[in-house]
C-alpha cells in the first residue's frame, strides 16, 4: 500500500537543487521529528538544583536532573511532569511509555485499559538514588514537605491473574472486574524516612499541605466484605487510617485546611437506583471519631430545593475559620418512560436568551455543573452566608482569603448585546463574607475589567470609556481615578480598530496592597491606591529611549511583592526588537539599570523561592532557546544545548527593512534571507503576514509541520526569501490597507537586485488568508497565492457562527479584526468593497485555498464560495480540505501533508519545478485514502494500492 509519508524522507528528491556556497544541506520533511525544544523547566526552591525536560517534536523525550553549577545528576528518557520537593532534597516525575510501543498499541487498536501505562520515577538529588513505581495514573506532592501519593493503575485482569495462586484466581478475577470501575491502589510514601502506606480501591485523594494527612475515598467491589466503603485520612507519621465517614456512594472535593488539622467533603449516598442524588457537604476537625454532615440536601439555610455541589470546590479560608463550597439547584430527575427514538431532537432559539443557542451548547457542561459559591464557619455553629446567586454568578477570592469581602461581578440583564459587541457591561459588588451585605463598585454597568487586590483592600479596574485606571477602597468605599491626572496614554497608542483601546495591563502589587504597579506603552508606575499619588517607577526612561518595560513575579505562587525585593524587568526596545533586563529595587528611586540588550529574546524568569537565582531561555533566530541558570543576566551558565543538527543544514538570518507606504505612512518589516544567501544571485520570495510581526525578529523558529502558516525556516533554507510586513490599519478599509503595507514594501524591495521581481507569492492564514485573497484581486504582481481558512464574503460571514465558541461574527466585523466599523445595512458598501468575492473576475493568480470542514472559527462555506466562483471563471484554484479539522490543522499527520503541498505549490510556480499530480490532475474520490498525488507528473505512474 502507498504510504503518504514513509516518502518523507525521499520528497528532498521532488525540491529542485538550489546551488550551495557551502556543503550545508537544505532543510527537507524529514527533519521535523527530530527538532527538539525546552519544556517544563523548574528550580528547586533553594536554587542549587534545576530540571528540564528536552522533547523531540515527536518521539522519547528525556527529563536533565542537575545542579545550578550545570553538573549532570541525571538523564530519564521519557520523564516528565516533573516536581521538586519542598525542601529540596528529591525530584519526583512520571516516566511515559516509548513512543513506539504506544504507537503499535494503537496500531492494534488496543483498549484504553490496556494501554501502556506511566511509571513514576523518584531521585533523591543529593544520594544519586533513583527508585521507580510502575503503572501510576496520577500523583501529588504535599507543598510544604516530601510526602508523595499516587495512585496506580490496574494491570488488566489476565495479567493480574497469572501472579495469582491457581485457587484464586476466579476470585481475583471477580474483584479486579468490579474494581476495574470503582478503584485503584493508593500508595503514600514518606520520602524522608521511607515508610509507605498503600491501601485498595481508591478513587480520589488528596494530601495535605504540611504533608500530615491524607484523605481517600475506597469503593468496595461487590460482595468484597474486608473493605469497607467510604472516607478515609491517614495519619502520615503513624501509617494508620481512620474511617471518618463510612458508606457506599460518591466522595469528592477532599479539602484540607492549611495546617491538615481540618477535613471537609462532598458526598452523596442515595441508593443506586434514587432519580436525583444531591450532594452534603462534611467536615471533620480529625480530632473527632467521624466527620458530620454541615449541610445536607434542602437545609433551612439553603435556597429551597438547593443543596452543596458535587461541583463546586471546596477549600478553607488561611487561617482555617471559613469554608467555601459550591451550592446548586437539585438536578431534574431524568424521566425513565420516555422512549428515546419517539421523541423530537431540536434546537429552539428565542430571540430573548441571553446567548445564542450555539453559545449554550458549547457551554452545556459547564451549566449543567454551575454551582453557587457559599461560605460556612464550622467553628461558629455552621453559620452560612450565599455568596453568589443566579445573578451574581461569578465571583472571586482575595490570595487573602481571611478578608471579609469577596469581589462579584455580573452581566445579567446584559448578555445579548454580545452578539455586536462581543463584550458586556459587567457590574462590580464586594460580598461580605460574614453577613452577605452587597456593596455596588460601580452602580451603573460598564466596559470593565475588574480584580482584587492580593490582601483584599482594594478592587480595581480598567474603565474602557474612561480610559484610566480605577481603585475602590474596601475600607472607607471611596473611588480613586489612579492615571487621571497622569500627562500619558495607558491605553493602546497605535489601535486601529473600531472599538476602544485595550490598557496596557497591571503588573504586580505590593506587599499589604501598598502599591499597584500600572503599565503605560513603555514605562511602568507605581501608583498608591489609597490616594492615587503615582511615581514613574522606571523613572521615564522607557518613552524617552523607546524602551518597552514589563515585569512578572517570578518566583512561584508568589502574590505580590515584598519591600526589599529587586526587579529584573524585561526590557524591549521599540526600534531595534532587541530584548534585554535591567534591575530595579522596588523601594529605589534612581533609574532602572540596565544589564544586558542583546539580539535575542528573553523568556520570563523563574526564580528560586528561597533564593536569587533563576533561569530562563534565550534565543535568537539561529539560536534555539537553550536553558541558563544566573544570579546576573550578564554572567550566565548555560544549561542546554539543543539542536546541534542544525550546524548541518542551510539555515537563514533575519533583518528589519524599512520603507514608506504611498501615503507616507513609515512601514516596518522582517526579511528573512538564506545562510548561503549570494547579492550576484536572484531570488523568489514568499510574503507572508499577519498584522504586526516585526517584534518577532529575533524569535527562533524552528523548521516543523505547519498547522497552516509558512514555514519560514523551510523556505528560506531552501533558496527562499521571506518577507513579512507589519500592517496597520484604516477603519473601514481592511482590504485597501493590505494593499497599502503589503505591496508598497514588495515594490521597495524589488528595487534590490537579487529580489526575482517575476516570481513573488503570498502566503497567509484566517485573517491573514483573507488579506491574500483580496490582495490577488487587485494587482497581479504576484506569481502564486496561498489563503488558508479565508473569509471572502463579509456580507454572508457577518450574520455566521464561531462554532468553537457558538458567538456571533457580527462583534468581529463591527468592532475587532475585520475593521469594518459598522452593521451591515449602515455600511454595506464598505462590506462589499472589502469582500474579495465581488472582484474575483480580475484574479490572474494561482491559488491554493485550505478551509476546513470542522473550521470553528471562519466559515467553511467561505473557501467554497471563492473555490467555486474562481472556478466557473476558469482560474487556477485548489482546495484543501482536511476531513474533521480545525481552523488551524491540529493532527500532526495532516500538519506534514500541508507541508509538503505547500513547498511543492510554491517551487512549481515560483522556482519552475515539476507539478505535482494533486496540481496537475487532483485526486479523484475513488482513489481518497490510497493515492495522495504528490508525485510529480515527471515521475513514473501513480501509485495505488494493488
Known sequence: MYKPFALLAGLAFLQPAVAQQTPKKPLDHSVYDQW??????????????????????????????????????????????????????????????????????????????????????????????????????SFQLAEDAAVLAFLGERLPVKDAAKKAPTDTIKKLTDQLLEAKKEGAPLTVVNLLTGKTSTFEYVTDYQISKPGNKVGFAVVAPKGNKDVKSGLYVLDVASGTAKLVSAGKGVYKNIAFDEAGKQLAFTAEKHPEKALVKPFSLYYSDLGADSARVLLK???????????????????????????????????????????????????????KDDYLQPMQLKTLKKDLQRNYLAVIYPKKDGKFVQLENEYLRDS?????????????????????????????LKQAYLVSTVSGEHVAINPKAAKSRFQMSPDGRYVTWYDYANKNWFAYAVDGRKTVNLTGKLNVSFTDEENDSPDDPQPYGLAAWTKDDAAVLLYDRYDIWKVDPKTGVAVNFTGGVGRSTKQIFRYTIPVEKKKFIEPKDELLLLVQNETTKQWGYSRKSISSLKAPEALVMAPFGYSNLMQAKKGDTFIYTKSNVSTSPDLYVSRDPKKETKLSSINAQQKDYNWFTADLVHWTTPKGYKATGVLYKPENFDPTKKYPMVVYFYEKLSDGLYKYTAPAPTPSRLDIAMFASNGYLVFTPDISYTIGEPGPSAVEFINSGVEDLKKNSWVDAAHIGLQGQSWGGYQVAYLITQTNMYAAAWAGAPVVNMTSAYGGIRWESGMSRQFQYEHTQSRIGGTLWDQTERYIQNSPLFHLPKVQTPVVIMSNDADGAVPWYQGIEMFTDLRRLGKPVWLLQYNGEAHNLVKRENRKDISVRELQFFDHYLKGAPAPVWLQRGVPAVEKGRNWGLETTSSSAVKTTP
Not at 424521566?335 to 434546537?347: C, G, H, P, Q, R
Open 396 to 424: 472571586f477570592l482575595p490570595e487573602n482569603t481571611n478578608a471579609e469581602y469577596i469581589l462579584a461581578v455580573t452581566d445579567t440583564g446584559k448578555r445579548v448585546s454580545m452578539q455586536w459587541e462581543g463584550t458586556t
Open 297 to 351: 440536601p434542602s437545609a433551612t439555610p439553603l435556597p429551597k430545593g438547593w443543596s452543596p455541589s458535587g461541583f463546586g470546590k471546596v477549600s478553607f479560608s488561611k487561617n482555617g475559620e471559613k469554608l467555601f463550597f459550591g451550592t446548586a439547584p437539585d438536578p431534574i430527575p431524568q424521566d425513565t418512560s420516555i422512549v428515546d427514538f419517539e421523541t423530537a431532537k431540536l434546537d429552539i432559539w428565542n430571540y
Open 36 to 137: 527538539q525544544s525546552v519544556a517544563n523547566q523548574k528550580i528547586s526552591q533553594d536554587g542549587k538544583y534545576v530540571l528540564f525536560q528536552v522533547k523531540p517534536q515527536q518521539g522519547d523525550g528525556t527529563l536533565y536532573l542537575k545542579t545550578a553549577a550545570n553538573q549532570t545528576l541525571r538523564q530519564v528518557s521519557r520523564g516528565d511532569s516533573a516536581q521538586f520537593t519542598a525542601d529540596s532534597k528529591f525530584a519526583v516525575f512520571s516516566i511515559r511509555p516509548q513512543y513506539q510501543v504506544v504507537r503499535q498499541a494503537k496500531i492494534k487498536k488496543k483498549k484504553p485499559a490496556d494501554m501502556p501505562k506511566d511509571s513514576l520515577g523518584v531521585y533523591t538529588l543529593n544520594g544519586n538514588k533513583l527508585s521507580k513505581y510502575p503503572n501510576v495514573k
